[in-house]
């Protein structure tokens, strides 16, 4: 413990020596309403196997706090990022159209679908100036208005785990990965700067629990496990995005490139067409979802946009074959992605291969038509050998995958059609398509049918889909938004899928189903109550046994959902939740759950400090009907834990501002269960029924 307070000691007098710095006006990130998004990651974490940085998705709407776009020129994307829905959308652009520009956030309330309480939730992000002072790049202003932010990030299990207990060095040399190498704490620190959304650069460092830090076994590189830096310049000329470092890429529907996390299905229900910028800086710690090189938007010719890019980094995985010192008796037996280094099995997979990616994409606009086209050639430094089974006959095997792909999207007053096609040289094909309606100021339709081969292959594709892979897929969706009255608002969509091969798990074609809708009532500008319903069924093996093969059955789950946000006064915020759900399946006795709780918002924008609490029971009959429930963080950290078996959890944090330059969090988060002796498995189990957090955040800005 000594060492930890040391290492927070120094970061802290680090981030101080910085204090003769400059102060500038920011606005709060915490006094934004940001209750879509929370959903839309809430459902995206629930899907999740695995601990994920969610901070990219938000990246670029927290730029826009420190420097809000302008309303009435803001692009069809940038409205997306500010989480307004297709119809809010079409009303917007209508709107400006048919009387001209806004002039200020409480014009708002007069464009169909927006109403007092989300104008004031957009504040902080947009503005209605023309011009803003000192935008235009020097080295004056660059110095002047540029802002600079760094934050550093401590956290830990408070409970000593299994792979960090005491262990003779017999013992660990018989089973070297029966314990992890470093320090049960993960570390942060990340550092950016940015002028006006036009210019940014900066660096992320990351350390996981179990990696080795300042001290482990001589032989292993001290510091971070984990670096990344970019450099990213926007501009509205010939150049239009510039990106050296790390770097993201988004074309079309993303069925043949996207290189990062996106949204799926949410209770927004219409909102699934992807809107995405080509390239972006990369600002997050998912340790292999990105590029590492450089990539350039220019405009050749006029409504056209050309986008090269190359891509040369290393990435973890499995390295099979003997110990010969030829090279080409060595292959990828398969690919790692969790981006844990914490035992020597693991350490012998990190950066093992080498991954090379090159290629482009042109974009051409004629009115209201945009259509595009993608290519690009993926290398690995070694066959890709899998284990074979009937499942994955079809996955990408050799050393090189090339990709193609064409996009189109057309909008035809309150209509619009997109889609995308894609292939992979191994004869693979993949399309998606779709259109969003608005025939009413009040409502909108949504359908999206998707067809992905099961012998399609991209390392980089990340399109709308059931599965976790753009493949091996059929599917129509269905989606609406209607606005019933002024207080009341109904969103619903329906999804149906097929699976024409075999899944992991899965030992013949299946198939699928999901419905969801949701009702929201605004009774007044202090009040929101949401009732929800979900309905789920999909095939899968009862078991998972030994057999060569095990039939198939439907799996059935079920949630409901009461939701209410109230505020009693202009610095407290209640929101309460009652969520259950029903699990069944042919041959098995059916099971339930219940999760139930209660948050206390305190914050007070003219005091310089918040509170934010929350208590939680819950009560599974097992971990398959766990229930997701995004939970409040420090800034760039996300927390939507499991809630199964039986207990309570709780979390306290607080956050307190140093004048306008210097914050600090400290959240502190425990889970107690009722019906447990130990938690977790393998090297995370913990002996005992409690499992705790601390987490310690500052942030300077300059």
Do not use: C
């Not at 340790?287 to 891509?311: K, W």
């Amino acid at each position: 413990m000594k060492l930890i307070y040391r290492r927070l000691i120094f970061v802290f007098l680090i981030l101080i020596s910085g204090s003769r710095l400059n102060a500038q006006e920011v606005v709060k990130p915490e006094n934004v309403n940001t209750g879509n998004l929370e959903e839309k990651i809430e459902q995206l974490g629930g899907q999740a196997d695995a601990d994920i940085d969610f901070s990219e998705l938000v990246d670029e709407l927290l730029q826009y706090i420190v420097r809000p776009i302008n309303l009435n020129k803001a692009s069809e994307r940038q409205l997306r990022q500010l989480q307004l829905n297709d119809l809010q959308i079409s009303n917007l652009t209508n709107y400006i159209q048919k009387y001209g520009e806004l002039t200020s956030v409480y014009e708002l309330g007069m464009v169909e679908g927006f109403d007092s309480t989300l104008a004031i939730a957009l504040r902080p992000f947009i503005t209605f100036e023309l011009e803003q002072v000192g935008a235009k790049i020097n080295l004056k202003n660059l110095s002047r208005y540029g802002r600079h932010q760094v934050i550093t990030r401590y956290q830990q299990v408070l409970e000593q785990s299994k792979g960090y207990s005491p262990i003779t060095d017999s013992a660990l040399a018989v089973k070297p990965n029966s314990r992890y190498l470093g320090g049960p704490e993960r570390l942060y620190v990340r550092y950016g700067y940015s002028f006006y959304n036009k210019i940014r650069f900066g660096v992320t460092m990351e350390k996981d629990p179990g990696e080795v830090f300042l001290n482990g076994p001589d032989s292993l590189k001290k510091g971070f496990d984990f670096y990344s830096a970019h450099f990213y310049y926007n501009g509205n000329k010939f150049v239009k995005h510039l990106a050296l470092g790390d770097y993201h890429l988004a074309f079309g529907q993303g069925l043949t490139m996207y290189s990062s996390l996106a949204f799926g299905k949410s209770a927004g229900a219409i909102s699934n067409r992807r809107i995405a910028q080509p390239v972006r800086p990369n600002t997050g710690v998912n340790e292999n979802l990105f590029m590492r090189g450089a990539a350039v938007t220019i405009t050749p010719l006029r409504n056209t946009d050309l986008t090269l890019f190359y891509s040369d980094k290393k990435v973890d995985a499995n390295i099979s074959g003997s110990d010969s010192l030829n090279a080409e008796s060595l292959f990828i037996s398969s690919l790692q992605e969790t981006g844990y280094h914490r035992t020597p099995r693991e350490l012998a997979g990190k950066n093992a291969i080498e991954q090379t990616v090159y290629g482009g994409n042109l974009q051409t606009r004629l009115k209201m038509f945009r259509v595009g086209a993608t290519a690009y050639k993926t290398t690995l430094g070694a066959d890709l050998i899998r284990n074979e089974s009937l499942y994955n006959k079809f996955d990408f095997r050799g050393r090189e995958l090339l990709n193609y792909g064409m996009d189109f999207a057309a909008i035809l007053r309150a209509l619009t059609f997109f889609g995308e096609v894609a292939g992979s040289d191994n004869g693979g094909k993949a399309m998606i398509v779709g259109a969003t309606a608005t025939p009413d100021p009040r409502f909108a339709l949504s359908a999206i049918y998707r067809n992905y081969g099961k012998d399609y292959q991209s390392f980089f594709s990340n399109a709308f889909a059931e599965g976790s892979r753009n493949s091996n897929e059929k599917g129509l969706y269905l989606g609406m938004f209607a606005q019933l009255a002024r207080r009341w608002s109904l969103s619903a969509y329906a999804d149906h899928f097929r699976f024409s091969w075999l899944r992991f798990r899965i030992d013949a074609p299946s198939r699928g189903n999901e419905y969801l809708t949701q009702l929201v009532w605004n009774p007044n500008r202090r009040t929101e109550m949401q009732f929800r319903y979900r309905y789920q069924q999909k095939q899968i093996n009862p078991s998972g046994g030994d057999g060569y093969t095990d039939f198939p059955e439907a799996e059935t789950r079920q949630n409901a959902r009461i939701h209410l946000i109230f505020k009693p006064s202009p610095s407290i915020t209640l929101k309460s939740r009652v969520e259950t759900t029903w699990w069944a399946m042919p041959g098995f006795e059916s099971r339930s759950g219940f999760l139930i709780y209660q948050d206390i918002i305190y914050n007070d924008p003219e005091k310089p400090w918040l509170l934010n609490a929350r208590y939680a029971l819950f009560d599974t009959d097992s971990y398959n009907e766990r229930l997701f429930a995004y939970e409040s963080d420090v800034l760039y950290a996300f927390s939507i834990p499991s809630y199964y078996y039986k207990g309570n959890r709780f979390y306290l944090m607080g956050k307190y501002s140093f004048g306008r330059r210097l914050d600090l969090w400290v959240r502190y988060a425990f889970t107690q269960y009722a019906n447990k002796s130990v938690i977790g498995s393998g090297l995370d189990e913990i002996d005992g029924n409690r499992k705790s957090e601390i987490k310690v955040q500052i942030r300077l800005r300059f």
